[in-house]
């Protein structure tokens, strides 16, 4: 990645490569020389080859900057949300290992709440008390340096402009691509939030799987707006990883607004928008969408399902074509495109697999499923991830294939349409909400008893979390609110339930397991109005 930005500064150092809406703008020989006065710092502050080094920015020059400077050093990113609870943070900063926490103003507060978490956490297990965090956890944990980027500090951090050398030094290229380069977290195949081991190999797999895609999604001329997470796998390598490729513009947003994300596109003259499907919702009824949209050659939506009817509808209303996509985390994330299908896909279908990465269903018993009938999706190419972090667990097996949790069937042209996920994963927005993750911190409380989570439709964030709660005998209105008090505490706000349920019960299966089916059939009875209260 950090040798294509020194590719394009050679051969296109004016012309702008990153600009954020209404502010700071780098040409590619600007970023070029960022990037190198970042890998120069690091290595000045002892990060060495393999070290991690979490960044917690928000999109803005900083965050593309130090993304590339890390893998130019050969160091390992660990992009994560912002918007993470210090409770988050901690685990995540102790589970990496990571060595420095680079963060700006508007998440230092909770990485040094989150930094003193794991402090205290250290502490504890050491003294032999029962720490706050997991100790398995503990055994890779380190205090990381704090590095700020537009705050003022205190004792002990360093700021943004501090770490950022001189002037850039030589950094010996890399030499093997199967070096880490990135974990991003994810759920893989368990309820916890896990590392995916992303290696440069793999990233850049991606990356030219999507360039030669043709018709193309992205090419050199195009302005590219960057409102999608640069901590996101979608922001950050099908859309940073895209524009670096063919030496695009990119546009960082710091946050989607319907009204004013409309108003940068028009303004910065955007041409290719890669947005989640949410953002249909809100531009739903949007009066002059079309006009507002001039600039748009073609859209693109990834990272969660996207309804046929909002695509017909924007379509009809804009003119503009909408190409959908399937991909995962451990997939870096592009499988499959609507610009790869052999003619005009059908409503639903996600597009057939890029080239050089095949697909195929297995059912419960490993054999391929009859005709048009679903099974579950393994996928295989060299943009797969190299299992889980620390020790790549459950990657893929000795055939390359990887088994990803979903179930599809495929029709006779090769397009693959999404039924189901076999793991219980919610998305909010685009991102991942893991059930385990929310039960787990709902049964904190002493009034809860038992806790399931659920996903259920939601109009303008394509799914929600809602949490059924068993109380131990208080007051229902009481749990609730008692519940909702310690999410905001404890959970970034997309994972939050947007509902809560308090009931007597929840139904189990003989082996004493939550039938969460029953609870989404609850959800489906209550959506066709056929349900007005709480079991």
Same mark, same amino acid.
């Given at each position: 990645? +950090? %040798?294509?930005? #020194?590719?394009?500064? *050679?051969?296109?150092? =004016?012309?702008?490569? /990153? $600009?954020?809406? &209404?502010?700071?703008?780098?040409?590619?020989?600007?970023?070029?020389?960022?990037?190198?006065?970042?890998?120069?710092?690091?290595?000045?502050?002892?990060?060495?080859?393999?070290?991690?080094?979490?960044?917690?920015?928000?999109?803005?020059?900083?965050?593309?900057?130090?993304?590339?400077?890390?893998?130019?050093?050969?160091?390992?990113?660990?992009?994560?949300?912002?918007?993470?609870?210090?409770?988050?943070?901690?685990?995540?900063? +102790? %589970?990496?290992? #990571?060595?420095?926490? *680079?963060?700006?103003? =508007?998440?230092?507060? /909770? $990485?040094?709440? &989150?930094?003193?978490?794991?402090?205290?956490?250290?502490?504890?297990?050491?003294?032999?008390?029962?720490?706050?965090?997991?100790?398995?956890?503990?055994?890779?944990?380190?205090?990381?340096?704090?590095?700020?980027?537009?705050?003022?500090?205190?004792?002990?951090?360093?700021?943004?402009?501090?770490?950022?050398?001189?002037?850039?030094?030589?950094?010996?290229?890399?030499?093997?691509?199967?070096?880490?380069?990135?974990?991003?977290?994810?759920?893989?195949?368990?309820?916890?939030?896990?590392?995916?081991?992303?290696?440069?190999?793999?990233?850049?797999?991606?990356?030219?799987?999507?360039?030669?895609?043709?018709?193309?999604?992205?090419?050199?001329?195009?302005?590219?707006?960057?409102?999608?997470?640069?901590?996101?796998?979608?922001?950050?390598?099908?859309?940073?990883?895209?524009?670096?490729?063919?030496?695009?513009?990119?546009?960082?947003?710091?946050?989607?607004?319907?009204?004013?994300?409309?108003?940068?596109?028009?303004?910065?003259?955007?041409?290719?928008?890669?947005?989640?499907?949410?953002?249909?919702?809100?531009?739903?009824?949007?009066?002059?969408?079309?006009?507002?949209?001039?600039?748009?050659?073609?859209?693109?939506?990834?990272?969660?399902?996207?309804?046929?009817?909002?695509?017909?509808?924007?379509?009809?209303?804009?003119?503009?074509?909408?190409?959908?996509?399937?991909?995962?985390?451990?997939?870096?994330?592009?499988?499959?495109?609507?610009?790869?299908?052999?003619?005009?896909?059908?409503?639903?279908?996600?597009?057939?697999?890029?080239?050089?990465?095949?697909?195929?269903?297995?059912?419960?018993?490993?054999?391929?499923?009859?005709?048009?009938?679903?099974?579950?999706?393994?996928?295989?190419?060299?943009?797969?991830?190299?299992?889980?972090?620390?020790?790549?667990?459950?990657?893929?097996?000795?055939?390359?294939?990887?088994?990803?949790?979903?179930?599809?069937?495929?029709?006779?042209?090769?397009?693959?349409?999404?039924?189901?996920?076999?793991?219980?994963?919610?998305?909010?927005?685009?991102?991942?909400?893991?059930?385990?993750?929310?039960?787990?911190?709902?049964?904190?409380?002493?009034?809860?008893?038992?806790?399931?989570?659920?996903?259920?439709?939601?109009?303008?964030?394509?799914?929600?979390?809602?949490?059924?709660?068993?109380?131990?005998?208080?007051?229902?209105?009481?749990?609730?609110?008692?519940?909702?008090?310690?999410?905001?505490?404890?959970?970034?706000?997309?994972?939050?339930?947007?509902?809560?349920?308090?009931?007597?019960?929840?139904?189990?299966?003989?082996?004493?397991?939550?039938?969460?089916?029953?609870?989404?059939?609850?959800?489906?009875?209550?959506?066709?109005?056929?349900?007005?209260?709480?079991?």
């Amino acid at each position: 990645m +950090a %040798d294509l930005v #020194a590719a394009a500064a *050679v051969e296109s150092p =004016d012309k702008l490569a /990153v $600009v954020e809406a &209404g502010g700071r703008s780098m040409t590619w020989a600007e970023l070029d020389d960022e990037v190198g006065r970042i890998a120069t710092g690091l290595g000045a502050a002892g990060i060495v080859a393999g070290y991690r080094v979490m960044l917690v920015l928000g999109n803005r020059l900083e965050f593309v900057a130090t993304y590339l400077g890390v893998l130019r050093s050969q160091a390992v990113a660990v992009p994560v949300n912002p918007l993470a609870t210090p409770g988050e943070l901690a685990r995540m900063i +102790a %589970d990496s290992g #990571a060595k420095m926490v *680079v963060t700006d103003v =508007d998440a230092v507060r /909770v $990485v040094r709440e &989150g930094v003193a978490l794991l402090a205290r956490a250290v502490d504890d297990h050491a003294a032999g008390r029962d720490p706050e965090l997991d100790p398995e956890l503990l055994t890779r944990a380190v205090t990381p340096r704090v590095v700020v980027a537009g705050a003022t500090l205190l004792p002990g951090e360093r700021s943004y402009d501090h770490l950022r050398a001189d002037r850039a030094r030589f950094v010996p290229p890399l030499q093997d691509p199967e070096k880490l380069a990135c974990l991003l977290y994810t759920s893989g195949t368990s309820g916890r939030p896990r590392a995916a081991m992303l290696t440069h190999r793999a990233l850049l797999a991606n990356i030219e799987q999507v360039a030669v895609v043709d018709p193309p999604m992205m090419h050199g001329d195009d302005v590219v707006l960057g409102v999608l997470p640069l901590f996101h796998v979608y922001g950050l390598n099908a859309v940073l990883g895209g524009v670096v490729r063919h030496r695009a513009k990119l546009v960082l947003v710091e946050r989607f607004d319907p009204q004013g994300t409309l108003d940068i596109i028009d303004d910065e003259a955007c041409s290719v928008v890669p947005v989640a499907p949410p953002v249909f919702a809100y531009w739903r009824g949007e009066d002059h969408l079309a006009e507002r949209l001039g600039p748009v050659r073609l859209v693109l939506s990834g990272s969660a399902p996207l309804a046929p009817e909002l695509v017909e509808e924007f379509v009809a209303s804009t003119e503009i074509p909408v190409h959908q996509g399937y991909g995962l985390t451990e997939a870096s994330p592009v499988v499959t495109s609507t610009l790869c299908s052999t003619r005009p896909p059908a409503a639903g279908s996600v597009g057939a697999a890029l080239p050089g990465i095949d697909l195929r269903l297995i059912d419960d018993a490993g054999r391929e499923p009859e005709g048009e009938d679903p099974g579950q999706i393994q996928v295989r190419g060299a943009n797969l991830f190299s299992g889980y972090w620390p020790d790549g667990a459950d990657g893929p097996d000795d055939d390359g294939w990887w088994s990803t949790g979903d179930v599809g069937f495929l029709d006779a042209e090769g397009d693959l349409f999404l039924v189901d996920r076999l793991k219980e994963m919610v998305i909010v927005s685009g991102f991942n909400v893991y059930p385990v993750e929310v039960e787990e911190v709902i049964r904190e409380l002493d009034q809860v008893l038992e806790a399931a989570v659920i996903g259920v439709a939601d109009e303008h964030t394509g799914e929600a979390v809602v949490a059924y709660v068993v109380a131990t005998g208080d007051d229902p209105a009481t749990v609730g609110a008692a519940v909702r008090d310690h999410c905001e505490a404890r959970l970034a706000r997309f994972k939050r339930p947007q509902r809560i349920e308090v009931v007597a019960e929840l139904p189990l299966t003989v082996t004493g397991k939550v039938q969460k089916g029953r609870l989404r059939g609850i959800e489906r009875r209550r959506a066709l109005g056929l349900l007005e209260e709480a079991p």
